[in-house]
Each structure stands twice: as C-alpha cells, then as structure tokens.
C-alpha cells in the first residue's frame, strides 16, 4: 500500500495568512494526488485535483503543487470559512487518504 | 453535478451486518467509492463499484467483510459490511468521481450514514 503522510498534523494561522500543507507519498504517484477540505458535520469537500487543477467553485486563493512524491496546498490570504480539516489523497495504486491536517483559527 | 443520498442512520448488534444504500441523481454513474470516518478521525477508503466494467476493488483491510454492488437501473449503490465490532462505528460516506482510475477524485459526496455497533 502507498502510504500518505501530511505535515503539519494542526496548524495555526490568522486570518489574511498564507499556509502551506505538505503531503507525501511513500513512493511516486505521479500528478495523481488530491485535496479535500471538510469542516465539522461534513462531507469533505474537492479542492484540488490532479495535483494542481482547481476544481469548479474553488476560490483561486487556493492552489496546488506537486509530483512524484511530494505535494502541497497553499492558500493565500486565509479567509474565515477556511479552517478546516484538509486531506491528500491518492488515487495511484487504488485509494488512500492522508492523516488530515487541521488548520485552526489562532 | 451528481448528487447523492444515502439511507438513514442504523444501530446494529456486534456481529450483524449493515447495508448502506445511496442513490445518486442528475449525473452519470460510472464510479461510486465508500469512504468511512470514526469520530474524530480521518477518512479510510473502503472499495470502489464501477458499473461500466462490472468491477469492484477494495482496500485490502476490508476484503472479505465488505460488497460494494450498484443497480445502473436505479442508480443506486450499496456498500455491505459484515461481522461488525464496535470499531466500525463510524459515519460511511458514498462519494462518486468523473473518471477511472487512475485519474480521478472524489467530485460529489453523499450526506453521510452513521452505523453505531453497539450491544
């Protein structure tokens, strides 16, 4: 199995900030490598897909880099419906989710 | 844009089993994932029907317990999980994707179905 590993596991960050997630893949996968955001009591939500490809209805204040086995989330300008939880996840060798990285209001 | 329900809360027994169902609506049904969350943890992809090929794939944790099926008649999936414990108490997401893998994602997610296994 791939294993993913996201970095940090919690973050703080105000408002207005820029923050980056890093999520790694045990071995390479290509640009096959997703971003999901859920907030509590929700189904997560597509962000990113295909590495970098913002999916329709996402803010550009969020964007993605990334292949073989390393990859990041940005966001740019960091807006109050934005602290949540953020999953990777790859879709290389069947499904895998990363750990989750909270990102909460400091 | 697909959208999906799934079927309503259960309670179980340790040892029975659930099935969950969730029907999508206004898209096409070509792939369609189960992905499952215990409180405060993280998702764990379960397996994957994919009704064009007649095929299903599953995360090898859950192989032999767990029948993902999909009615294209219906456009409704199922996800069946046998032999539960407690530790499968969990809020089970449907979630469908665009494309086959390899390339693909997670675009539409159903509402969510709570099993508790509890005695």
């Known amino acids: 199995d791939i294993q993913m590993t996201q970095s940090p596991s919690s973050l703080s960050a105000s408002e207005g900030d820029r923050v980056t997630i890093t999520c790694r893949a045990s071995q390479s996968i290509s640009t096959y490598l997703n971003w999901y955001q859920q907030k509590p009591g929700k189904a997560p939500k597509l962000l990113i897909y295909d590495a970098s490809r913002l999916q329709s209805g996402v803010p550009s204040r969020f964007s993605g880099s990334g292949s073989g086995t390393d990859f990041t989330l940005t966001i740019s300008g960091l807006q109050p419906e934005d602290f949540a939880t953020y999953y990777c996840?790859?879709?290389?060798?069947?499904?895998?989710f990363g750990q989750g990285t909270k990102l909460e209001i400091k | 844009q697909v959208q999906l329900v799934q079927s309503g809360a259960e309670v179980k027994r340790p040892g029975s089993s659930v099935k969950v169902s969730c029907k999508a609506s206004g898209g096409t049904f070509s792939s369609v994932s189960w992905v499952r969350q215990a409180a405060g943890q993280g998702l764990e992809w379960m397996g994957g029907v994919y009704p064009i090929f007649g095929s299903t794939t599953y995360a090898q944790h859950f192989r032999g317990r767990v029948t993902i099926t999909a009615d294209e008649s219906t456009t409704t999936a199922y996800m069946e999980l046998s032999s539960l414990t407690s530790a499968d108490t969990a809020m089970y997401y449907c979630?469908?994707?665009?494309?086959?893998?390899?390339?693909?994602?997670?675009?539409?997610w159903g509402q969510g179905t709570l099993v508790t296994v509890s005695s």
């Open positions: 996840q790859q879709t290389y060798s069947l499904v895998g």
């Open positions: 979630a469908t994707a665009p494309r086959l893998p390899p390339d693909t994602w997670f675009d539409a």
